[in-house]
């Protein structure tokens, strides 16, 4: 039940005007933590559409996900273990493969086709949001119960 919540409030996102690195990490990091300080979207913001909206290079929904994997386990300082983190990485971008078929912006808009308003652009987006949901649950990380 909460998994399909965080997936359309990621959708919700990506159509009131954040990109899909923006809609992803927003999503998960407020589910995940309690920050309610919104300047790591600042780092998401040239991840959208490929990089800088290139559409080259990842996804910008992957790399939403990364970016929250970071912000959730990443570390503040060099003798801080993130091993969890990376393997977590590791496993959403096999994840992220799997189920999309690439990393790849252009090549999954290329699949998409022709798009009004990004609408399978946002659909990836709420997709992708739900994929690290499952995945940080396989590793005992689930949402805070309030936010």
Known sequence: MIKSIIE?????????GY???ESVSRTIIEHFSATKNLDFLKVASLFGGGIGS???EHCGAFSGGIIAISYLLGRTDPVTNID???EIAV???KDFIKQFGTLHCQTLLD???PQEN???????TGQATGLLVDL???YDIHPLQSR
Do not use: I, M, T, V
């Not at 359309?8 to 009131?16: D, G, K, L, W």
């Not at 990004?118 to 990836?124: A, I, V, W, Y």
């Open 19 to 21: 990109n899909c690195a």
């Open 111 to 113: 699949e998409f086709g």
């Open 8 to 16: 359309q409030e990621a959708a919700h996102y990506y159509q009131s």
């Open 84 to 86: 969890l983190a990376k």
């Open 54 to 56: 290139s559409h080259e």
């Open 91 to 93: 496993e959403y971008r």
């Open 136 to 138: 940080l649950a396989d």
């Open 118 to 124: 990004s609408e399978k652009c946002q659909e990836l």
